[in-house]
């Protein structure tokens, strides 16, 4: 059975950090691509930033130089510092484990609430 779990959101001042992660079972991490997306009321889902099975990082712009994501294989579990929280990063994180080549999956966690308040 297939799992994401979400955990480490919650409630934070402006300017503080929070790390989340993204715990997988029935998937092999190595060989997925690990994302984070987040998504607002009445907003689409939006990609935060991803991580390749070899390594390679993208970040969105909006990101870039406070969120860090990381990945362990050994536990496969993936991460997502945060740093430098700003009220406009206040969503539902989503886990996101995906992979194009056979076999193909695209799998999500139930999200975990991030909250910034200024």
């Known amino acids: 059975q297939v799992q994401l779990v979400e955990s480490g959101g919650g409630l934070v001042q402006a300017g503080g950090s929070l790390r989340l992660s993204c715990a997988v079972t029935?998937?092999?991490?190595?060989?997925?691509?690990m994302a984070w997306f987040r998504q607002t009321p009445g907003k689409q889902r939006e990609l935060v930033a991803d991580?390749?099975?070899?390594?390679?990082?993208n970040y969105a712009e909006f990101v870039k130089g406070r969120f860090t994501i990381s990945r362990d294989n050994a536990k496969n579990t993936m991460y997502l510092q945060m740093n430098n929280l700003k009220p406009e990063d206040t969503a539902v994180y989503y886990c996101?484990?995906?992979?194009?080549?056979?076999?193909?999956?695209?799998?999500w966690g139930q999200g975990t609430q991030v909250t910034v308040s200024s």
């Open positions: 991580i390749a099975s070899g390594g390679s990082t």
């Open positions: 029935g998937r092999i991490l190595s060989i997925s691509t």
């Open positions: 996101n484990a995906r992979r194009i080549s056979y076999p193909r999956y695209d799998d």
